[in-house]
C-alpha cells in the first residue's frame, strides 16, 4: 500500500539548536515529495518540493529537506530553531508514475522552547 | 494572504442536511484540491479539478461531491452529514501543468460543525 509516515508525533528542540521531521514514504515508482506547515487557526503553508535533481531541496524560512532514495525518506531540516518554528508539520508525497493520487503524513507537532 | 478564498468561514447545521463551500483559486491557478482535516483522520485529500475536470481523487465519500465552474472557482457539496462529517475543509489552488505537480496555496478553511 502506498503511503507516508511520520514516525514522531510530537518534536521538542531548543531555540538555537538544529531540528529534524522526519518523513518517510512508500509509494510505487519515483515521487514528487512536499512538506507544508501549519499554524494555529491557519491554512496550510508550503515549505518545500522536490521534483527531480539535486536531492538536497531548500525552501522557505530557512528550511531545507534531503531526498534519499534508498532509504525512502525526506526528512525536514533546520540549522538553528527559532521559537516561531513551532507549528504542525506535514509531508506528503505524489506518485510520479500514479499522478491521481495525494498522500499526507500524519503531522508532526514541532515544539521550539526558548 | 494566499490569494485563495473560502466561503463561508464557519457553518453549523444538523445531522442529515446538505451543506456547499466554496471557493475562489488564486488569479490564473486552473487546478483546485479539496482537504478535510479533523482530529481522528488528520488531513485527507479529497479530490482535485484541473480547469473544469476532476484530476485526481482521494478518499472523498459518495456523499460528498465536487465541481469547478467555468470560471474556475470550485464547490463542494456534502450531503446526508453526519457528526463525523464535521472538519476543517481546506481549498488550495495551484498554477499546476499537465505533469509536474506545482506549489498549493491554501485557504483559510471553512470549520463546519454537524450537530
Known amino acids: 500500500a502506498q503511503s507516508v509516515a511520520q514516525p514522531e508525533d510530537q518534536v521538542n528542540v531548543a531555540e538555537g539548536n538544529p531540528l529534524t521531521v522526519k518523513c518517510t514514504y512508500s509509494v510505487s515508482g519515483n515521487p514528487y515529495l512536499f512538506w507544508y506547515v501549519q499554524y494555529p487557526n491557519r491554512g496550510l503553508q508550503f515549505l518545500l518540493k522536490y521534483i527531480t535533481g539535486d536531492n538536497l531541496v531548500k525552501g522557505s524560512y530557512g528550511f531545507e529537506a534531503e531526498f534519499n532514495k534508498s532509504q525512502t525518506s525526506f526528512h525536514l531540516k533546520k540549522p538553528s530553531a527559532l521559537v516561531s518554528d513551532s507549528a504542525l508539520y506535514f509531508c506528503?508525497?505524489?506518485?510520479?508514475?500514479?499522478?491521481?493520487?495525494?498522500?499526507f503524513g500524519s503531522g508532526t507537532k514541532l515544539n521550539v522552547k526558548p | 494572504d494566499s490569494g485563495v478564498t473560502q466561503t463561508p468561514k464557519h457553518l453549523i447545521t444538523a445531522t442529515g442536511q446538505r451543506v456547499t463551500l466554496r471557493c475562489s483559486p488564486r488569479?490564473?491557478?486552473?487546478?483546485v484540491y479539496w482537504y478535510q482535516q479533523s482530529l481522528d483522520q488528520g488531513l485527507q485529500f479529497l479530490i482535485q479539478?484541473?480547469?473544469?475536470?476532476?484530476?485526481a481523487k482521494g478518499n472523498i465519500l459518495e456523499r460528498f461531491s465536487a465541481q469547478q465552474f467555468p470560471d474556475l472557482h470550485s464547490e463542494l457539496n456534502l450531503s446526508s452529514l453526519e457528526l463525523g462529517d464535521s472538519a476543517l475543509y481546506f481549498c488550495?489552488?495551484?498554477?499546476?501543468?499537465?505533469?509536474?505537480?506545482?506549489?498549493?496555496?491554501f485557504g483559510p478553511g471553512t470549520r463546519l460543525t454537524v450537530l
Open positions: 488569479s490564473g491557478d486552473l487546478s
Open positions: 479539478y484541473y480547469n473544469g475536470e476532476e484530476r
Open positions: 506528503a508525497v505524489r506518485p510520479y508514475d500514479n499522478f491521481n493520487k495525494f498522500y
Open positions: 488550495a489552488s495551484s498554477a499546476e501543468g499537465r505533469l509536474i505537480p506545482d506549489t498549493q496555496y
